[in-house]
């Protein structure tokens, strides 16, 4: 059993507490009065069989004068000693004397080491909140809208303040100019208020943006939606409503819209029968007259689907994501480059299958497309227009072998050194 120098404190404190005095405590535990007086201050270090006749004395366990309270209160000391040590790295404090401090001067001693904690727990969250800002792609937005609106709004300030013969009618304009960049940050600081207040909330699920809401809510549904088989959107709309945020709601109504309009055209029986005859996405969409990236939707969302999928627009951003075990998918920032949804990103219309291996070795078939589409009726012919593309990527569990393409989540978090696609340093290799 560990004995410190602080066992006489934690005696003292007892034996006072219980109104004994030193020399009736002293007589029950078979030593001299003086010899007590010595431990009770710390003057003498107790021997072990010793502090066991003094806690018979005092009726208490003899772990609650070995130990006590100040265990904890050691360690706190001894950590922040540690991370104080000097340029060699050598800890400035003497540490043979810590027991000494801590029973001498107890409330500075619970002081240092309450300033200790205080200062690790800041350092984690400056930690989390570095690597919020670095990764949140809704509060940087935010927080460069707030400072685009404050760089006008200085601007125009500024020559309005030291310009003297500005026509009336700029004066105007500057004035006007001035109003709307006021109400711009206003309703930027509104926004970003509203989001960091959601995220008291949003931490304790883990949810952090309103697309991985709205993926939650699916997940919790087992990603499938019973009540749009149907073909009616409106039947889940209670089940929408229940989404906190309006953001959330709002994506909420459109994936179902979605799947209502999958349902209505690949009907879920003979969808499943289609697919016991064969599974080749491309014949399955020329079967039903849907696309492909909608065959992946219908395959992905079955009821007990265990494939993942994940899509994208033509930014490369991932507006879905059903994870699968093994197969990581990003929260915040860009995807693995070398996955292959933008391998089909890059060639619309052309099927891609591979096999990759995740950063865990787990290998999985992934199949991708890309769907380009053409809003208010404007061809791919027609100069001016605007092109849409989606990319989806279904990830399945590898059957079989052949070459094999290694992937991971993201870059940031991904620990291959040698991938010729990286595009920024690794924290895991940082870490090690």
């Known amino acids: 059993m560990p004995m410190t120098t602080l066992a006489g404190s934690r005696l003292?404190?007892?034996?006072?507490?219980?109104?004994?005095?030193?020399?009736?405590?002293?007589?029950?535990?078979?030593?001299?009065?003086?010899?007590?007086?010595?431990?009770?201050?710390?003057?003498?270090?107790?021997?072990?069989?010793?502090?066991?006749?003094?806690?018979?004395?005092?009726?208490?366990?003899?772990?609650?004068?070995?130990?006590?309270?100040?265990?904890?209160?050691?360690?706190?000391?001894?950590?922040?000693?540690?991370?104080?040590?000097?340029?060699?790295?050598?800890?400035?404090?003497?540490?043979?004397?810590?027991?000494?401090?801590?029973?001498?001067?107890?409330?500075?001693?619970?002081v240092l080491a309450g300033l200790h904690r205080r200062a690790g727990g800041l350092v984690r969250a400056v930690e989390a909140l570095n690597d919020r800002m670095s990764h949140d792609p809704h509060l940087q937005a935010s927080l460069h809208e707030m400072l685009s609106a404050v760089s006008s709004v200085r601007s125009t300030a500024g020559i309005l303040a030291e310009t003297e013969d500005i026509p009336p009618d700029w004066r105007e304009r500057f004035h006007r100019n001035l109003h709307q960049d006021a109400e711009r940050l206003a309703v930027g600081a509104e926004a970003l208020v509203a989001y960091l207040d959601g995220q008291g909330q949003a931490d304790e699920t883990g949810i952090a943006a309103p697309q991985e809401e709205v993926e939650a809510w699916l997940a919790a549904r087992g990603w499938h939606l019973d009540a749009v088989e149907g073909g009616d959107a409106a039947a889940v709309a209670p089940q929408v409503a229940e989404l906190a945020s309006g953001a959330a709601r709002v994506l909420g109504r459109a994936w179902a819209e979605q799947a209502a309009a999958d349902a209505g055209a690949m009907p879920l029986a003979a969808f499943i029968a289609a697919r016991g005859v064969g599974d080749d996405p491309l014949l399955l969409a020329a079967r039903f007259g849907v696309t492909v990236p909608a065959v992946f939707r219908r395959i992905a969302t079955l009821p007990g689907a265990v494939e993942g999928l994940v899509i994208c627009d033509g930014s490369g951003t991932l507006t879905f994501r059903k994870p699968v075990a093994g197969f990581a998918l990003p929260r915040f920032g860009a995807a693995c480059p070398l996955w292959p949804l933008y391998g089909a990103l890059s060639r619309p219309m052309v099927p891609i299958q591979a096999v990759v291996e995740a950063t865990g070795g787990q290998r999985f078939a992934v199949r991708a497309f890309c769907q380009p589409s053409y809003p208010g009726g404007v061809g791919p012919g027609d100069f001016g227009g605007v092109e849409l593309r989606e990319a989806a990527m279904l990830i399945l569990p590898a059957l079989g072998g052949g070459a094999v393409l290694p992937v991971g989540s993201t870059c940031r978090i991904c620990p291959r050194p040698a991938c010729p696609a990286r595009r920024e340093p690794s924290i895991m290799a940082e870490a090690g």
């Open 12 to 110: 003292r404190q007892r034996r006072q507490a219980l109104g004994l005095r030193q020399g009736d405590v002293a007589e029950r535990a078979g030593i001299s009065a003086s010899y007590l007086n010595l431990i009770e201050h710390n003057r003498r270090r107790v021997l072990p069989e010793v502090l066991a006749r003094l806690a018979l004395a005092l009726g208490v366990p003899v772990e609650a004068l070995a130990e006590g309270a100040e265990g904890g209160l050691l360690d706190d000391l001894r950590a922040a000693a540690g991370e104080a040590g000097d340029e060699s790295g050598d800890p400035v404090a003497e540490l043979d004397r810590i027991e000494d401090f801590a029973s001498r001067f107890p409330g500075w001693a619970g």
